[in-house]
């Protein structure tokens, strides 16, 4: 039986088929429907056949479909197919296609759907992306053409293309070249089509000219472009044309126009560029090249690059405005160019447009005027400063002498002010050019004042600077920070005084040096030109004549009443020794002689005079004279043939220098290190012997450094102000320190610090201790007192548990006999065995910790101790792959003590070193005699190659019950019995460990006598 009509086939279709089937009667009633309407739709078979079919489709396909199925009731067709929609569970449709037929004797439909929903949405999709596409290559502005490959007719045009050309696609479409260009036109075309398709790639043609309809001639841009079939035959031949006739056009006029003004601007000497409308380089002639010291700047280069950082901003803001006003402008401004120099650029700047009027390029034509610039500031400059020297000068000559001080300050901060700076001042030599003072300050606001701090100077302090001033040279330093090293002490005092710059020019006065002139700038450096230090020279001089006018004058007045007012005595003798002049403290100077006013001085004291008178050369003598010292100066007057003689009593201070000599003897002695501090600046004055020794500097270095150099406490110069004013407020201080040692090792001190002063001057005494050796007492100390504590504790605790441990010990070991070894009650009681045992180690080790025993002292001999020791700890060793290497240097080495501690002392000092290599590694053991200074003590080193110990766990070691083992490896009582047996035999022990470095123990015994 044919298959298809079988019932039983036709069910399994229905019920199985992906497709939704139905049946209906003509008023769309579900008579059957199949499976798949519910997967399809989701709707329940009850939902489906609640209503018509047609009641289920969308509103706007209903009516349509319903037509199309109504007329096969009249045999129109055998099928109806149509799209429409279809109501799903959630309210949504589904794209459907219905095909239905109908029965007509049966008066049935029979409907199958299919599901399109996904061709559907690709279809929507296909047809948006083809109408975009559409819309792109109607609107591109080039011509798009599409030529069909075989007849090289056209199939497409854009409307581009029809701009263009002057045609209208209809006009073009089926047509090819030889129908709408000149025949030489169009065999040139179509030639260039059939290379491109031969060649089957992309081809760009830079050029091509053609002949439109009303626009005439045009210069095309064209790129081709092969399209291929799905056999790889190229079916069409697209191209696009870009038409670039205005373009040429003003190229070519643009070349010309720049070829003319490329032969202008590369034969002018000023500076010409040409830059883009955002101020990027696109030009530079020679010249500017030139001036620039550089090749060409890159195309884009921003052109404000070079302008001075003060300039940029400013040059960039009137470049934009004049571009936007389209207008030309002249500016000054500067430009850094290599090297750091400086030039001044006079530019005007001018904005080209294009043919629509629009700006689209500027020109800017510059010239050096720097040297035209700075010799106008240099005759201003000079000008005014001559101006200011000849008022200056005038001042000092009208000024009444009461008068002069405050005239040459009022003068100083004239030409400070002039100058730019921030402080000026004069300073002047006295006694012989050995010190000097600071004498005439002026400072600009908020600048502090340093007069007062700046008197009474020794100018070999300043050897530098007093160098150069002495020997007529100008010191010039624009930074202090880079002063010569043989400048150290000037770079010191200026940058403590916050100078960055300063110059000091040579006051001169008949001849000699007086003094200098400085000025200070404090804010920022300055370098002061040739023609600044000429006119500051011409200040230096004025400010010389003036300063010795006031000098003069102030002595001449001083001599008139100095003789008569002079505290000391002053005498004129003539060259035959008699005294014509004394005043009243000289009366008493010859009452000490002798002698009186009228008479002639002694002998001797002739033989001065004639000799001072004789050479012309002032002296200076120190005589006794009635068990009183003199100081003498004898100053001859030649011409008149006689001396004036002033003398001062000098036997305090001589008794004063010889008592500072002593007390410098005695400082040098002291144990304790002794510094003088000048309390300003926190630099050493002076220091004793002990200083250099515990510091490992000489002296002189020492005098170079601050208290910040050595002091961790004070690490700068601010820590040391604060310092300072805390010891000024209490009058002392005493503080623990930390000083570094010339080669960087520091150690603890104690500090006291206290107030002096001396001939109205302000200095700091500080005495150090070196407290090393205390730390290391105190800490051996604490250790004791500690272990002390804790043995007191395990000892009660050992004899509380020892009794006990006995009777558990006794018993285990009575039952034990009573049983055989397979008896299961056995190996319980040896396990109560053992551990008993380990218990009363623990207590024995509790006692020997605890002291509650007496230690034998026997003569001993160390290498048989350490041997024997070590002999029950190298099998321990050889399983744990750990070397043991003994070296033993003095084979009599004698101590004093008890064999079994010593011994196990050295198992628990080897026991932990093998325990710390796990993974195998050397031991090593030494002994032998310690080399001075340690002579007459036994050393014995225990080290390993182990992990070693970290600094806090090295604090830890020696506590009792203090572990690092795993619970139930250790008691922890190894080296708090190892510490308690070295101090029992009044040792030391101390310990050397680096994490990953192993750790070494070393343990100082008495040697015994032989």
């Not at 008068?403 to 040459?408: E, L, P, W």
Request: charge should be neutral.
């Amino acid at each position: 039986m044919n298959r298809v009509s079988d019932p039983s086939f036709v069910d399994k279709f229905f019920t199985h088929s992906n497709d939704v089937l139905a049946v209906l009667d003509f008023n769309f009633a579900a008579k059957r429907l199949n499976p798949a309407w519910e997967k399809t739709f989701g709707l329940a078979r009850q939902e489906l056949e609640s209503a018509p079919w047609v009641e289920f489709l969308h509103p706007e396909d209903r009516a349509s479909l319903t037509r199309e199925v109504e007329r096969l009731k009249g045999g129109a067709a055998e099928f109806a197919t149509k799209q429409a929609r279809f109501r799903c569970a959630d309210g949504a449709y589904k794209w459907m296609s219905w095909s239905v037929t109908a029965a007509l004797e049966k008066k049935l439909y029979f409907i199958i759907g299919r599901d399109i929903g996904e061709h559907k949405r690709q279809d929507d999709a296909a047809q948006k992306n083809q109408q975009f596409l559409n819309s792109i290559v109607e609107n591109i502005p080039d011509m798009i053409f599409v030529k069909d490959a075989q007849s090289l007719r056209f199939v497409r045009f854009n409307r581009a293309g029809e701009d263009l050309l002057g045609y209208g696609r209809d006009e073009l479409i089926g047509k090819s070249v030889h129908d709408v260009f000149p025949k030489e036109e169009a065999v040139i075309l179509a030639e260039k089509d059939r290379d491109v398709l031969a060649a089957g790639r992309p081809e760009e043609i830079a050029e091509e000219s053609v002949h439109t309809h009303d626009k005439g001639l045009r210069i095309l841009h064209t790129k081709k472009i092969p399209i291929f079939n799905e056999t790889g035959q190229p079916q069409y031949l697209l191209g696009i044309s870009e038409d670039i006739t205005e373009r040429r056009q003003a190229e070519e006029a643009l070349r010309r126009s720049e070829e003319l003004f490329r032969l202008i601007a590369e034969n002018v000497e000023d500076f010409i560029a040409v830059v883009d409308l955002e101020g990027r380089s696109l030009y530079h002639n020679p010249a500017y090249l030139r001036f620039l010291g550089e090749g060409e700047p890159l195309p884009g280069a921003d052109f404000f690059r070079d302008a001075h950082p003060e300039d940029r901003e400013r040059m960039r803001r009137l470049f934009y405005r004049t571009v936007r006003a389209a207008a030309g402008c002249r500016a000054e401004y500067r430009v850094v160019l290599k090297g750091k120099r400086v030039r001044i650029l006079q530019s005007e700047l001018n904005v080209l447009q294009d043919r629509h009027g629009r700006a689209s390029r500027a020109v800017i034509v510059s010239r050096d005027i720097t040297g035209q610039k700075r010799a106008e500031e240099k005759l201003k400059y000079r000008l005014e400063m001559e101006k200011l020297l000849s008022a200056v000068s005038t001042q000092f000559v009208r000024c009444r002498p009461e008068d002069a001080d405050r005239s040459i300050r009022e003068a100083i901060k004239a030409i400070g002010e002039f100058a730019g700076v921030d402080r000026g001042y004069i300073y002047l030599f006295y006694d012989a050019g050995a010190r000097m003072n600071n004498t005439h300050e002026w400072c600009g606001e908020g600048i502090e004042p340093q007069i007062q701090h700046l008197k009474g100077l020794l100018v070999d302090h300043f050897a530098w600077l007093a160098g150069k001033i002495k020997n007529l040279e100008i010191a010039h330093v624009p930074r202090v920070d880079e002063l010569p090293p043989e400048a150290l002490t000037e770079k010191e005092e200026f940058s403590a005084q916050g100078v960055q710059s300063f110059i000091a020019i040579p006051m001169v006065y008949g001849g000699d040096v007086i003094g200098f002139l400085g000025l200070d700038s404090a804010r920022r450096r300055k370098t002061w030109s040739e023609e600044d230090i000429r006119l500051l020279q011409l200040a230096a001089e004025i400010f010389a004549g003036a300063v010795a006018r006031h000098r003069t004058e102030a002595e001449i007045r001083n001599l008139a009443k100095f003789p008569a007012e002079c505290p000391n005595p002053v005498l004129r003798v003539h060259e035959d020794g008699m005294v014509a002049y004394s005043n009243i403290p000289g009366l008493a100077l010859l009452r000490l002689w002798k002698c009186r006013v009228g008479q002639a001085v002694s002998a001797p004291w002739r033989k001065d005079v004639l000799e001072s008178l004789q050479t012309g050369i002032k002296r200076e003598i120190e005589v006794e004279c009635g068990g009183r010292f003199f100081s003498m100066i004898l100053a001859p007057v030649v011409g008149a043939r006689y001396v004036y003689l002033y003398a001062a009593d000098v036997t305090e201070s001589k008794k004063a220098r010889e008592d500072l000599q002593v007390f410098r003897n005695l400082i040098n002695q002291s144990n304790d290190a002794v510094f003088v501090v000048e309390p300003s600046s926190g630099r050493f004055l002076d220091v004793n012997d002990k200083a250099c020794r515990t510091l490992l500097y000489a002296r002189e270095e020492l005098l170079q450094m601050k208290v910040p150099d050595i002091e961790a406490l004070l690490p700068d110069d601010a820590a040391w102000q604060r310092h300072i004013a805390e010891v000024k407020e209490q009058g002392y201080l005493i503080f623990e320190g930390s000083h570094l040692r010339k080669d960087g090792v520091r150690f603890p001190v104690e500090v006291s610090i206290k107030c002096a002063t001396q001939d109205t001057k302000s200095y700091l005494v500080a005495v150090a201790r070196d407290l090393t050796e205390r730390k290391k007492l105190e800490k051996r100390v604490l250790q004791a007192e500690k272990m002390s504590s804790v043995g007191q504790l395990a000892a009660g605790i050992a004899h509380e548990i020892n009794n006990p441990i006995g009777i558990i010990l006794g018993f285990a070991q009575g039952a034990l006999k009573r049983f055989d070894e397979g008896n299961p009650l056995a190996l319980p009681l040896k396990t109560i065995e053992r551990e008993a045992k380990r218990c009363k180690n623990t207590v024995d080790n509790l006692l020997v910790f605890s002291r509650h025993h007496e230690i034998p002292r026997e003569t001993l001999n160390l290498e048989k101790e350490i041997s024997t020791a070590l002999a029950l700890v190298e099998t321990q060793a050889r399983l744990k792959a750990v070397e043991v290497i003994r070296e033993f240097k003095s084979p009599d080495l004698r101590i004093r003590g008890d064999g079994n501690q010593i011994q196990r002392m050295v198992i628990n000092l080897c026991s932990n070193a093998i325990d710390a290599m796990p993974e195998g590694g050397k031991l090593s053991v030494t002994a032998g005699m310690e080399d001075a200074p340690n002579a007459g003590w036994a050393v014995l080193r225990v080290s390993d190659t182990g992990a070693g110990m970290s600094e806090e766990l090295q604090k830890h070691i020696f506590e009792p019950f203090y572990t690092t083992k795993d619970s139930g490896k250790g008691t922890g009582l190894g080296l708090s019995i190892v510490y308690e047996i070295v101090g029992e035999h009044k040792g030391t022990i101390e310990v050397q460990s680096a994490v990953g470095r192993g750790t070494t123990f070393t343990i100082r015994l008495p040697v015994s006598a032989p």
